[in-house]
């Protein structure tokens, strides 16, 4: 039987009784579509500081480019609702269920984050066709099997 890969939009369809690796990875292609939706961190460079830096008006005086540039993420982002980052945020603690089986963590992050074809992404990583695919659709069918064992309700 031949699985499909390209992504559902099962949101307008019925839902499934169990998680199915079908209806997994399209939640975690919608998260990563959730994700880039939302604006980006005001910082340049990433910090291993945990807390964001805090600047006095002393401090943006004359910083010409710093309202442009909020406004340009902002414009770019679009936006998120509530909901839809607690879905994205539930879809992306499913990576955890695959912390012992970091291939297909990886294999599943990259096509559920992929906008472009998985020729693109195999080439690009050096990875086999096959076993991407065996790893992508192995991880989502390990999750909703957690998933279904802990009871866990489709949404």
Known sequence: M?????PMRRLDLKRPELWTGDWVRDRLREAFEIERRLPRSTNSFPSGWPF???????????????????WADWKRARGAYPYEVSRMEEAFGWFAILKDHAGERRCLAAWAI??????????????????????????????????NARGEQVR
């Open 52 to 70: 964001p830096v805090i600047y006095e008006f002393a401090d943006v005086v004359g910083w010409d480019d710093a309202r442009a540039r909020v």
């Open 2 to 6: 031949p699985v499909n890969l390209t």
């Open 114 to 147: 992929a906008n472009t074809s998985v020729r693109a992404i195999v080439a690009r990583r050096g990875w086999s066709r096959a076993t991407f695919y065996r790893r992508v659709l192995g991880g989502s069918k390990r999750i909703a099997d957690v998933l």
